[in-house]
Every structure is written in C-alpha cells, then in structure tokens.
C-alpha cells in the first residue's frame, strides 16, 4: 500500500472513530437528514414514473382522438362520422373504439373494457375470450385458463375464459384493461352496433395535426377533438402541480433542515476546537484536518443520501409510496391496483445529490477551514 | 541546538486588550541536555515554549533550530516540525477523549502513512517502556493523572522527535507521580534527547538531572541558567 492510500486510511479510521465518538450527535443528525433525502427522492422517483408511465401511455395514443359531447358530457358517436373524418385531407387509419369504464362491485375496483384495434395490444380475443390486465388478475385470483365472470349494467354474468395477462411494462397502462371481442363488448354495455365509444386516426404529416383538428371540430361541431399534445400538456401540469403541491409543503421542513445542518456544521463546540488545536500541534497538517474533516461531512451526507434514496425507491417501487400516495397519484388511486415500473433518472439524482450533500460538506469545512489555519496555540486557548 | 533572538510576543496587537507577554528574549538551548523555564504565573515561560516548539509565531524576532531560522517558514514546514523534530507533552496533557490509549499515541503518526503494523508495534513498546500498555485499550478519559502523563509523554515519542517539550508536566501530579516523571526525563537524556520544559516546581529545577535552569519574570529572562557555556546560554 502507498504512503498516500495508507494516510487516506489513517484518516478515515480516525474519523469513524470520531463520528463514534459523537455517537448520539450524528445519528441524530444522520436520522433527520435521511429523513429529507427520503420524502425528496420518493417525490422525485414517483413523479418521474408516473410521468415515464404517461410517456410510454402517450407513445400509443392517436394522434387525434374525437368524441362527441351531448349536454357537455362525452357520449356515443355515430359510426357514419368515420366516413366524414376519413374525407377530410390529410387524415389516414380513421377508426372507431370500443371502450368503458366498469366498476366491479366484488372488488370495488374499476377496469377498463375495451376492444383492441390491432395496434398496440395485437389483435381482438374471440368471443368468449379474454385478455386482461395483471391488476385485473391480482384482484380476481385469475390465472390464464381460468374465467373471468363480470356482471354486466343489465346485471347479466358474463363468463369470459382468460387466455392471457398482458405484459406489465407499463402496469398503469395495462394493469386495469380487459380486452374482448367487438360482440361481447356490445353484448356486454348493449351498445348498438352503428355508434362507437369515440373515433381516432393519424395524420399524414405531423406538422398538421393542428389543422386537421381544426378541420374536423368545424365539420363536426358537435364533437371535441383532443390532440396528443393536449394529452402531454394535461399530464404535465396533473403531475407538475401534485410534485409542486408536495415540494411546496416540503420547503419548511427543508428550510429547518437546513438550519439544522448549518447551525451543526457551522457551529465549532469548544471541545472540536481543542481538538483540531491538539491535532496541529502533534503535526497533523492544516490540509489533513481538513480532509478529515470532509470525510466526516462526506461520511454523513452521503451515508444520509444513500440511505434515504434506497429507502425511497423501496418505498416507491416495493411499497407503492403508501405514505404519500393520496396525494401524489389523486384520481389514480383507485382499484386495482398498479405497481410502478422502476425508474431512475440520473439527472435527477444528481441534482438532489448536489442540493443535499454540497451544501452540507461547504457548511461543515469552512468552520475547520478557519479554525485549522490558526495556530493550534490560538486554537487550544 | 535552539537559539532565541530578541523574540517579542504580543497578543491581540493593535486592539484595546493588546498584551505583550514576551518582551525581547535571547536564550540558546544546547542539545542533549535538560532545561528548565521557571518562574511564577504569568511570567510568559509557557508562551515563550509553545514559541519554542513552533506552536505560535513570535511577534518580532528570529528563532533558530539546528541551525535552521524557523519563524519564517510556511506554516507545512512548522508542521513538519512539530510532527518530527519536536513532541510535546501539555500542562493537562490535551488527550483526545473518547480514543483509546493506543490510537492516542499513534495521532501524530497518522499522517506520515507508514505501515500499521509497525506503528502499533512501535506505539506498544513505548507504553510497556512507559509502564501503561495494560491500559492500551482504555479510553484516556478513564485514566489517572500520571497514567494520562505516561500517555501523552508516550504520544510526544511516537516519531521519535530529538526534542521534548513539556508545560507543567508535573502541576497535575502528585510527590511519587513526579518523580516517576522525573525518572522518565532522565532516560530519555540518557537516550541523548533534548528536553525543555516549564516548572514552578522546585522539585523539578533542583533535580540533580537538570542541566540548565532559566528563571522568567513578567516576560524577560532574569537569569539565564546555570550553565557554564556563558550569559544567555541555558
């Protein structure tokens, strides 16, 4: 080993011995301090999630979906405005949904019905078939091979054999679909065969999508027509506002923290003073304090940091957020439930590391800068 | 040896508390022998040692040690010195609490990085010399006055300095402690060490083992010693 690693070891030893020392002291701190990482990190790593999950959601949307409003509420449309969309110029692959919400009384959770149009969950079951999503499964104890019974508005069971659980790449997507066939849909809502739930189709080139929606709300004023940049705008501020809500509520505390942590890096007892005046005089020089002392502050900080973190992602990604998730997910706590897919954003835990650790290591060695460059004479007396 | 010239220490200079507590000291220390800074309270022996060790810088004035003048250096070079050349031992022995006996001893060689092994090994030979290496894994806080002393005198050692300073080293200790301490002083001449201390201990500046004895009164040296080398020659 070289003289520098074996100085670098003598330093850290004697600062895991000083840390001991001042057991209560720092595990105090160490607490409150993992504390704030903690509540940081898991409204950061839950955020950035939902928001990942609202991408990968936003990937698969049409570019432009149109739903009729009757008495300002969204209501079935007529399957003769699929034509009328598919004249307008510059709009391809027009097509009608099928899809609704159903509330499942035995579970009180609510699943979303739908017939898959090919796309992005493959092709349509075939009647009397099912494929459903793996919060559905979890909530009925189903497993592919065995049926699913759901009790339709006009309170007739409806025994649908479940032939696969859709991939949980994205479980806020998937986690409460139940995908069936265009005859047991109708069937299932009694809904006539020439309406649909809404319409959606692509454009040509992208740049006009803004004018092809124009087009089809002044051929159909009866409809609303919502862009896939409206639906990123809406999920943006949902999400900006609830993570904004959290931070704002958080400001205090961290404002108290770091108080705190000024008032106990800053502060230099006597007894720290004496030491560092008894280190320099047996020859410990002006920058080995100094490191010493930035192990001790690197120790805590990045001890409270990782500590914190990890507790957040198990606490996102394990537990749910369950102590923040009222507010955090709002509408979307509801049944079944999703687990969100792990996700880590490395500028985002950067940016917590440099506004939790920085400040806390420049706080603790200015102090020992300034007591270390006296004479330890000055230091001792 | 270490040559004092015309040093002045004062403190908080230029404000209203301004206090000057070394007025223009010249003193030689030869090498190899015991010396001793007496004299009551406040007569600035205490200040004119940690001056000496390096531990503060003279307001005016030159310091030499081995022929080398010292008030000038940069302060890593008085580090350098107060790591090897001298080791100190303090009026209430400034041990750090909380460490044990053992990782109090080593402190001053942790940042000369040498191998671990050695320095322990080194360390537990001072406190068996020493007499308190049962205690090695005691924190210092647990110890008595003269086993707090035997530690830190330990400590002083542990580089192996050619130069012992000691404040007081006596003043917490009582009549068998003392001459326990006055033992170890003489075998570390015997060992060819030089050693200054302060004492207003006359048990201490009449032992037969000092070879040099400077009386101090508000700041100068009223007599400088008795050896025969000549005035100013401690």
Redesign the interface.
Known sequence: MTVWLRRQKRLIDYTVASLLRRAARNFALLAVYTLIVFVLATVMLFTHALRQEAMVLLDGAPEITVQRISMGRHDLIPASYVDAIADIRGARDVRGRLWGYFYDTANGANYTLMVPDGDRYGAAPDVGETVAGAGVARSRGVVPGKYLFLLSPRAKLFKLKLKDVLDADSEIVTTDLVLMAESDFRAFFDVAPDVHTDIVLKVRNPREVAKVAEKISNALPDCRVVTRGDILRTYDSVFNWREGILLALLGGAIFAFVIFAWEKASGLSAEERREIGILKAVGWETSDVIKMKMWEGAVVSLGAFLTGYVLAYIHVFYFSAGLLEPVLKGWAVLYPRFELTPQVDGVQVATLLFFTVAPYIAATLVPIWRAAITDPDAVMR | MIVLQDITKTFNEGADNEYTAIHGVDLKIDADRVTVLRGPSGSGKTTLL?LIGG???PSSGRIHVNGREVTSLP??FL??M???VFG?V?QSF?L????SVL?NVM??A???????RELNARAVELLETLRIAHKAGTEVQYLSGGEAQRVAIA??LI?DPPILVADEPTANLDTALSLEFLDIVRELRGRGKTVVMTSHDPMIWQADLVDAVVAMRDGRIVDSGVDPGGEGTA
């Open positions: 940690t531990l503060a810088r302060e890593r580090t350098h107060r790591r090897e100190f303090f400034n750090i609490h909380g460490l990782e402190i001053p942790y940042p000369l990085g040498g191998p671990g400590r002083a580089n």
